[in-house]
Nanobody
Framework: QVQLVESGGGLVQAGGSLRLSCAAS????????MAWFRQAPGKEREFVTT????????YYADSVKGRFTISRDNAKNTVYLQMNSLKPEDTAVYYC???????????????????WGQGTQVTVSS
């Protein structure tokens, strides 16, 4: 089992930055692909970004490409999401997710991740 705990959310003005962290316990993260998803009120949870177990490859949703950066520190069992140039439409609860490297399926689908954190609220004011 992997337990994930997100932190770093908050209220920020448009154009500002936040850095989210996802700390894992129970298992080492070096065997897991990690991802960030987000869910705005009244909307479905959507893919934001993912990073391979080694950190060698990343993918981003078009809506955040060039503004958000995912990274990981396997020694610290932590994944990060650096969010710059934030927009009001980035307001959502942000969730960290993990899946074993042996698991297949689309990176973009919530159903293909085994473990989830409780989420952290990000609010961007205009």
């Amino acid at each position: 089992q992997v337990q994930l705990v997100e932190s770093g959310g908050g209220l920020v003005q448009a154009g500002g930055s936040l850095r989210l962290s996802c700390a894992a316990s129970g298992r080492t993260l070096s065997s897991y692909r990690m991802a960030w998803f987000r869910q705005a009120p009244g909307k479905e949870r959507e893919f934001v970004t993912t990073i391979s177990a080694s950190g060698g490859s990343t993918y981003y949703a078009d809506s955040v490409k060039g503004r958000f950066t995912i990274s990981r520190d396997n020694a610290k069992n932590t994944v990060y999401l650096q969010m710059n140039s934030l927009k009001p439409e980035d307001t959502a609860v942000y969730y960290c997710a993990a899946r074993g490297i042996e698991r297949g399926g689309s990176y973009y689908s919530t159903g293909n991740y085994n473990y989830w954190g409780q989420g952290t609220q990000v609010t961007v004011s205009s």
